[in-house]
Every structure is written in C-alpha cells, then in structure tokens.
C-alpha cells in the first residue's frame, strides 16, 4: 500500500508556543490530504481537508486561524497549531488518498504543558 | 448524511474463537465501506473495504466483512482470533462520489481484547 509519514511523532509544548506537524506522500502525490484529531479512546474526528494550492476546507467547530493548514505540494501538507494550549494536547493523524482508498501515516501526539 | 454506528465498544473473546465486531452504516447513496485497525500510539492500518463490487470482502490478516444492504449492516469476522489481533478497530463510511478523495465518517470503535 501507499505509505504516508508524519513528523514529528511526537511533541511537548509549552503552553502559548506554536507547533508545527508534517505530513508527507512518501511513493504517490497527493493533491488532497484529511488531518483528523483522536482523544484519548475516542474515534477520529476530521478537522479539515487540504487541498494543494488552495485553501483548505475546515470542519465546523474547527478555528481555522488556530489549525492553520498549508499544502504547498504534492507531496507535503502541514498542520500548524497556533498559541497552543493544554486542551489542544491530542494526537493528530493525517491521511491521503493515491486512488480509492485513504492511508493513514502513523500520528503525531502532542502534549501541551 | 452518511452515518456509523459500532455496537459494542468492548469486545473479549478466548484465542482461537470466533471474532465477530458489528458495524451497521446510514447513506443515502451506495456507500462505499471499509475496516481500519488501530494500534497502540499508532495511525491506522486499512483491514479490507467495500466498493460496490462482491458484497463478501476478505482482508489482511484473515480478517472478512459481508455488506448486507437490506440490513445496512458491514459486520467484520475473522474465523480465529490471534493474540496480536488485540486492537481498537473502527468502521468507516464514505460516499465514494469522489472516488477517495471524499470525507471518511468514522464509527466510535471496538476495542478488541483476546483472551488467553
């Protein structure tokens, strides 16, 4: 199957900072790619879609000036959280579609202090 | 609007026995229908999914799902469970309008647990 990767796996915080998580294509361009949030033993919730070379579609409830999104390739999409606070530790997955089905890269969790 | 519903949030069965984890989905149009396992701290794997094709889909890992329209219904089986089968697996639904690119719709999950 098509492999996504994310970077970093994980991250620590502090609180008011700002944080920034990769998601890459590794063997397929991806003109669009899902970031989903998971709490701890709960389902995994889409935030947005991103869209390469265009603004990215947020969920409802999603801020987008705090979730900022940039997909400046095919094979690279970011996810930025800005001024992070503790209610914002998660793990965030990120997923892309190389033709009929969505991979998943393996999440990044984030722990905000 | 498409929908999932998982029944069952806990599942426990002995090794060796059968696995049987529900997922029965909500669309308004043929739905396009797939099992994702979930490890510990880890994203998650693609077990098998449905795209209109045969209603009988098997995986990896020995794991199968049937589509039963008339029950709306994608339950996974897998005949005898392994110890590293223990997992959170989740159920998930698309519209499949653009082939892939469209929102997946996940259930709660089942977490899994294999009895020695």
């Known amino acids: 199957g098509a492999v996504v990767s994310q970077h970093p796996s994980w991250v620590i915080c502090k609180s008011g900072t700002s944080v920034k998580i990769e998601c890459r294509s590794l063997?397929?361009?991806?003109?669009?790619m899902f970031w989903y949030r998971q709490f701890p033993k709960q389902s995994l919730m889409l935030m947005a879609t991103?869209?390469?070379?265009?603004?990215?579609?947020?969920e409802q409830g999603v801020e987008k000036d705090k979730f900022l999104i940039n997909h400046a390739s095919l094979t690279l999409s970011t996810l930025t959280v800005t001024s992070a606070h503790p209610e914002d530790s998660s793990f965030y997955i990120c997923?892309?579609?190389?033709?009929?089905?969505?991979?998943f890269g393996p999440g990044t969790r984030l722990l905000v202090l | 609007a498409q929908s999932v519903t998982q029944l069952g949030s806990h599942v426990s069965v002995s090794e060796g026995a059968l696995v049987l984890l529900r997922c029965n989905y909500s669309s308004s149009v043929p739905p396009y229908l797939f099992w994702y396992v979930q490890y510990p701290n880890q994203g998650l794997q693609l077990l098998l999914k449905y795209t209109s094709a045969a209603t009988l889909v098997k995986g990896i890992n020995g794991f199968e799902a049937e589509f039963k329209k008339s029950e709306t219904s994608f339950h996974l089986t897998k005949p005898s469970a392994h110890m590293s089968d223990a997992a959170e697996y989740f159920c998930?639904?698309?519209?499949?309008?653009?082939?892939?690119?469209?929102?997946?719709?996940f259930g709660t999950g089942t977490r899994l647990t294999i009895i020695p």
């Open positions: 998930a639904v698309s519209d499949g309008a653009n082939f892939g690119n469209e929102k997946l719709t």
């Open positions: 997923s892309a579609n190389p033709g009929g089905t969505q991979y």
């Open positions: 991103s869209n390469e070379g265009s603004k990215a579609t947020y």
């Open positions: 063997d397929f361009q991806a003109t669009t």
